[in-house]
């Protein structure tokens, strides 16, 4: 199972979503949010924000996947006579080069298909500066969050749109997905249960809403904020002169996103063989905005309603949270595969992601001589091993060679031979006992429960019966003590005589008879 971390750089607030996948799907595991500081330039308020994310355990991952943070990534859609790969990665970089305003080496720029047929292909191409790219990119590096992934805001709705039913909208009607963040707005219309056919992003949303809103009433950005996310409401949710008022300055500020919507919902419809847009989706945090959804319906003509994140997500994102709705399509798209997963991947090139086996190929070059330096290591270390044992060999040789002959008057250099003929009947060795009282008595002793406290007197050890005499603390000691020694194989049996107690009643004596005969003893020699 690996851990995927989708993370929404957003400017006002940093969103996270881990999503475990599993041979079933995937399964939401963590929500995480961490304030934007409102001053300083973007990448030090992402390096200040980033560490109060990590606090909370969005560190724990086995990849992470981002969209490229602000509206410097530039969307072209290109149409191709041809739908081959091959051929569109040969053209691609002639028809990305002229539509840019600066030079193609200074870009870092990736493709996805929208729509292909037997007349072409129909791309959409995010272009970014490689200035823009790398800071941000080295700043997620330090924070130890490198994102395997950096992908197109608008491109990253495509697993959201692919699990809408067809009954989402009317016919053959596409699916629009509008992310209202604080300073930009993303945007992606599909069919549902298909893929992305068209993506933009543009500038626009909750900031410029605040600023009009602190124009309008001369108060501070923080207070206009604070103001917005409380009583804000547009259209007919508006109650009151104070509201209507800030109504006005809302819609105002929303005049830019208004046309660049239109614009866009036209140029598709165009791209598209007319295909109309059904329904529009909204999502991110201005979304949340009061009556915002039923106001931009009403402008475009269009039915619009916020979007529903899937009911197996809110037991841990929760309910009514529009501004996970990127962290989640990102943490989607670092789990999709195969024809489901968008191909469009900014992380190319100089840029591209160095996992860990990448990193040893970097190295295969010192990798290479230290395997050989090991080797020859390991040959010298065997070699010298191996004079060793032989030079120790050669002395146990010698002392069983000197053991046999004072004893049996010949050298036997065979272990197996020496202690064949030590053990013969005809051998001096042969009167030599197996056991003696020594051993009989350690083995008694040793045999003894540790945590037993008992004393043995009047001991009488011959080597096949032992007799003493036993004092412990009660009867239920002495059968321990019995059960302990019969463990032993070579005591057969044990026997205990009269237990009495002493006159306290503290003490339990009785007289403990063993027969020793230890099983290899009925075993022939020879």
């Known amino acids: 199972m690996a851990r995927v971390l989708g993370l929404d750089l957003g400017s006002h607030t940093l969103k996270g979503v881990i999503v475990e996948t599993t041979y079933?799907?995937?399964?939401?595991?963590?929500?995480?949010?961490?304030?934007?500081?409102?001053?300083?330039?973007?990448?030090?308020r992402l390096k200040a924000a980033l560490p109060l994310l990590l606090e909370q355990g969005a560190g724990l991952v086995d990849s992470v996947v981002i969209s490229l943070p602000g509206t410097t990534l530039a969307t072209h859609p290109i149409a191709l006579p041809f739908s081959d790969p091959k051929k569109i990665e040969s053209t691609l970089a002639f028809e990305v080069e002229s539509q840019l305003p600066y030079d193609?080496?200074?870009?870092?720029?990736?493709?996805?298909?929208?729509?292909?047929?037997?007349?072409?292909?129909?791309?959409?191409?995010?272009?970014?500066?490689?200035?823009?790219?790398?800071?941000?990119?080295?700043?997620l590096k330090e924070a130890k969050l490198d994102p395997?992934?950096?992908?197109?805001?608008?491109?990253?709705?495509?697993?959201?749109?692919?699990?809408?039913p067809p009954s989402t909208v009317e016919g053959d009607a596409a699916v629009a997905v509008l992310d209202l963040g604080h300073e930009r707005c993303s945007l992606a219309i599909g069919k549902p249960g298909g893929s992305v056919e068209f993506a933009r992003t543009f500038a626009g949303g909750g900031w410029s809403l605040?600023?009009?809103?602190?124009?309008?009433?001369?108060?501070?950005?923080?207070?206009?904020?604070?103001?917005?996310?409380e009583h804000g409401a547009v259209g007919t949710e508006v109650v009151g002169a104070e509201a209507e008022r800030a109504s006005g300055a809302f819609m105002r500020a929303l005049q830019p996103v208004l046309r660049d919507l239109r614009s866009s919902l036209k140029s598709y419809n165009a791209r598209s063989n007319h295909r109309t847009v059904g329904v529009l989706l909204l999502c991110g945090g201005t979304s949340k905005l009061k009556g915002l959804a039923e106001q931009l319906g009403t402008d475009l003509n269009l039915p619009t309603r916020a979007l529903?994140?899937?009911?197996?997500?809110?037991?841990?994102?929760?309910?009514?949270?529009?501004?996970?709705?990127?962290?989640?399509?990102?943490?989607?798209?670092?789990?999709?595969?195969?024809?489901?997963?968008?191909?469009?991947?900014?992380?190319?090139?100089?840029?591209?992601?160095?996992?860990?086996?990448?990193?040893?190929?970097?190295?295969l070059g010192q990798i290479a001589a230290f395997a050989v330096v090991l080797f020859v290591l390991l040959i010298a270390s065997g070699i010298v091993r191996n004079s060793v044992l032989e030079r120790r060999e050669k002395q146990v040789d010698?002392?069983?060679?000197?053991?046999?002959?004072?004893?049996?008057?010949?050298?036997?250099?065979?272990?197996?031979?020496?202690?064949?003929?030590?053990?013969?009947?005809?051998?001096?060795?042969?009167?030599?006992?197996?056991?003696?009282a020594a051993t009989l008595l350690a083995e008694l002793t040793s045999h003894v429960p540790p945590d037993m406290k008992v004393t043995f007197d009047k001991v009488?050890?011959?080597?096949?019966?032992?007799?003493?005499?036993?004092?412990?603390?009660?009867?239920?000691?002495?059968?321990?003590?019995?059960?302990?020694?019969?463990?032993?194989?070579?005591?057969?049996?044990?026997?205990?005589g009269r237990v009495e107690k002493s006159k306290d009643g503290t003490k339990v004596t009785t007289r403990l008879d063993i027969q020793v005969e230890c099983p290899t003893d009925a075993e022939p020699q020879g």
């Open 24 to 44: 079933r799907g995937a399964t939401v595991k963590s929500y995480f949010t961490a304030p934007v500081p409102p001053d300083g330039e973007r990448l030090d």
């Open 104 to 139: 193609l080496d200074d870009a870092v720029y990736d493709h996805q298909v929208g729509v292909s047929d037997e007349k072409g292909a129909q791309l959409l191409v995010g272009v970014a500066r490689k200035t823009e790219l790398k800071p941000t990119l080295d700043a």
């Open 148 to 164: 395997r992934i950096v992908t197109h805001a608008g491109l990253v709705y495509q697993n959201l749109i692919a699990t809408l």
């Open 210 to 229: 605040t600023k009009a809103l602190s124009n309008e009433f001369k108060i501070s950005l923080a207070d206009a904020q604070a103001w917005k996310e």
């Open 308 to 363: 529903e994140l899937p009911a197996e997500t809110r037991e841990v994102i929760g309910v009514n949270r529009p501004e996970a709705a990127q962290a989640y399509a990102l943490a989607l798209r670092g789990t999709a595969t195969g024809t489901k997963a968008p191909r469009f991947n900014l992380r190319r090139g100089e840029f591209a992601f160095k996992s860990d086996f990448d990193f040893a190929s970097d190295k």
């Open 398 to 436: 010698a002392v069983l060679c000197d053991v046999t002959q004072r004893i049996l008057g010949k050298c036997e250099k065979d272990f197996t031979i020496a202690l064949s003929l030590l053990k013969g009947q005809e051998s001096p060795a042969a009167g030599i006992p197996p056991r003696t």
């Open 460 to 496: 009488v050890i011959d080597l096949d019966r032992i007799s003493l005499s036993s004092e412990t603390e009660n009867s239920k000691s002495l059968e321990e003590l019995i059960g302990a020694l019969k463990t032993y194989k070579c005591f057969k049996e044990v026997n205990e």
